[in-house]
């Protein structure tokens, strides 16, 4: 059974860092594109970061400048580093790939940035 395992979470005051990680069982993450999402309570997920399978990083505006999203392939791990938080970035995020025409989500990581 394929799993995406996110960690790394917590509650850091403004202007911390945080490192998300996203642990992949059963599945080759390097080999697909791999996405972080977040959603903040009353609001719709939304769209964070992708590292495609060649490398290539895109970013949402509103984190471009701020967190970096990289691949280890020998770790089979992506991680979502997060610098100069702020409080718009309380959210749960997650981590999604897509394998086979089917889309893998993990269960979620809870970031809170206290003001």
């Known amino acids: 059974q394929v799993q995406l395992v996110e960690s790394g979470g917590g509650l850091v005051p403004v202007g911390g860092s945080l490192r998300l990680s996203c642990t992949a069982s059963?599945?080759?993450?390097?080999?697909?594109?791999v996405t972080w999402y977040r959603q903040a309570p009353g609001k719709q997920r939304e769209y964070v970061a992708t590292?495609?399978?060649?490398?290539?990083?895109n970013y949402a505006d509103s984190v471009q400048g701020r967190f970096t999203i990289w691949r280890d392939n020998e770790q089979n791990t992506v991680y979502l580093q997060m610098n100069s938080l702020r409080p718009e970035d309380t959210a749960i995020y997650y981590c999604?790939?897509?394998?086979?025409?089917?889309?893998?989500w993990g269960q979620g990581t809870q970031v809170t940035v206290s003001s």
């Open positions: 590292v495609l399978s060649g490398g290539v990083r």
């Open positions: 059963r599945i080759v993450l390097s080999t697909n594109a």
């Open positions: 999604q790939t897509r394998n086979r025409n089917r889309d893998y």
